[in-house]
C-alpha cells in the first residue's frame, strides 16, 4: 500500500493545479477592476439602508432554493450515470457540483465540468469521460432550456422590440447550446464512424464518453422532472429575494429576471462572468422599472448569496475535505511504477479508474 504525500501528490497532478496559474491571476485581476469600478458607481449609503430595510425571511428563503438546487443537480447527474457502478451516493454527487461550480467560481475558462469530471474520478471512481459526457448532457439540456425560457420571457414583455443588451444574451444562449450539441452530436458521429487510425486508448475515451452522453432511457422521464424542479426552484429563488425588497414580479418577469443573468454567466472572460452579470441583473431590472437604488441593492444581494457566499462555502469544505471525505487534486496519489495514476480508494477499495 502507497503512502499518501500531499507534496508529491501535488507534483504528480500539476495539470490540476495549473487552474491556479497566471491566467486565473490576470482573470481575477480583471475582476477586481470590474467591482472596484462597479462599486464606485454605487451609491454605498442608500444601497445599504435598502438591503437593512429589505425581508431577511424572504431573503434567506431564496437563498435555501437556489442552493437546494445543487443537491437536485447532484441527484440528476448520478441518475444520467446509472449504467455505470460507482459506491458514491446522489448526495456525494450534490457535494461535487457544489465544489466544482465553487472553483468555477474562482477560475476562468468554464472548466467546472472538466473538474467535475475529475472530481467523480478521484471521489468516485466513474471514468472521467463518462462523467464529462453526463455533464454536457445536462449543459445541453439546461442551455436549450434556459434560452428557451428566456426568449420566451423576453417575448412576452417586449415582443419585437427587444433592448439590445436582451438580444445580445439571446443569441450568446444560442451559441452555448448550439456549441453543446454540436459537440455530442460529433461524438455521436465519432462513435458510429469510428476511425481505426485513432488509438485504442482514444477509443476507449470516446466509447466511455459516449455511456455518459446519452442516459438509459429508462431514467429520462426522472431527469425531465429534476430538470423542471432545478429551474423553478432558480425562479422561486429570484422571485423571492425581489419580494424581499417590495418588488412584486408576476411569472414572466420572474423568468426574464431569473434566464437572461444565467446567459450572461456564460461570458468565460472572467469566473462566472463576474461584472457582466451584475450590470445585465442590474439592467434586467430596470428594464422592469425597478428604481435605480433598489435594483442597485438586489443586485448586490443577489451576488453576495449567490456567488461569494458560494466560493466562502466552497473553501470550507475544501478546509475539511478529509472529515466530510472529499478528495480534490491534493489527495490524488503519485504515479505508480507504470506511470499509470491512482487515487486513494482504488488502493484502498480496489475501484478501477481512468480516462
Not at 442551455?143 to 426568449?151: G, K, P, Q, R, Y
Not at 450572461?264 to 469566473?271: D, R, Y
Request: proline letters at 5%; aromatic letters at 10%; hydrophobic letters at 55%.
Amino acid at each position: 500500500m502507497l503512502e499518501q504525500n500531499p507534496s508529491l501528490a501535488l507534483e504528480a497532478n500539476h495539470e490540476e493545479v495549473r487552474l491556479w496559474g497566471w491566467p486565473t491571476l490576470v482573470s481575477l485581476v480583471i475582476t477586481l477592476v470590474i467591482l472596484v469600478g462597479l462599486g464606485a458607481m454605487l451609491d454605498i449609503q442608500e444601497t445599504w439602508r435598502q438591503v437593512v430595510a429589505c425581508n431577511k425571511t424572504l431573503m434567506v428563503l431564496g437563498g435555501l432554493a437556489h442552493y437546494v438546487t445543487y443537491l437536485v443537480r447532484g441527484y440528476r447527474w448520478q441518475r444520467c450515470l446509472s449504467p455505470v457502478s460507482s459506491p458514491c451516493k446522489w448526495r456525494m454527487f450534490g457535494l461535487l457540483t457544489f465544489f466544482a461550480n465553487g472553483v468555477d467560481n474562482v477560475v476562468p475558462g468554464k472548466l467546472a465540468e472538466v473538474y467535475a469530471a475529475h472530481l467523480a474520478w478521484i471521489n468516485c471512481g466513474v471514468r472521467r469521460s463518462t462523467a464529462l459526457g453526463a455533464l454536457l448532457f445536462l449543459r445541453m439540456v439546461d442551455a436549450w432550456v434556459v434560452l428557451l425560457l428566456a426568449a420566451l420571457a423576453s417575448w412576452w414583455l417586449f415582443a419585437l422590440r427587444l433592448p439590445r443588451a436582451v438580444l445580445w444574451s439571446l443569441w450568446l444562449g444560442v451559441c452555448i447550446a448550439g456549441g453543446v450539441t454540436l459537440v455530442l452530436l460529433a461524438f455521436v458521429v465519432s462513435k458510429m464512424l469510428l476511425p481505426t487510425w485513432i488509438p485504442a486508448r482514444g477509443q476507449q475515451m470516446i466509447r466511455a464518453f459516449h455511456i455518459g452522453m446519452w442516459p438509459p432511457s429508462s431514467q429520462l422521464g426522472l431527469i425531465i422532472v429534476l430538470t423542471g424542479l432545478i429551474w423553478g426552484l432558480e425562479s422561486v429563488w429570484t422571485v423571492s429575494l425581489a419580494a424581499a425588497f417590495g418588488i412584486k414580479v408576476r411569472l414572466m418577469q420572474g423568468m426574464f429576471l431569473t434566464m437572461i443573468p444565467l446567459l450572461a454567466s456564460a461570458v468565460p472572460l472572467t469566473p462566472s462572468g463576474v461584472g457582466v452579470v451584475e450590470v445585465t441583473m442590474y439592467s434586467c431590472l430596470r428594464l422592469l422599472d425597478v428604481s435605480t437604488v433598489t435594483a442597485a441593492a438586489l443586485t448586490v444581494v443577489h451576488r453576495l448569496i449567490d456567488y461569494w457566499l458560494h466560493i466562502g462555502v466552497g473553501a470550507l469544505l475544501w478546509a475539511f475535505r478529509r472529515p466530510i471525505g472529499l478528495r480534490t487534486w491534493l489527495e490524488v496519489s503519485p504515479p505508480d511504477a507504470s506511470g499509470t495514476q491512482s487515487s486513494p480508494r482504488s488502493l484502498h477499495e480496489g475501484v478501477s479508474y481512468g480516462a
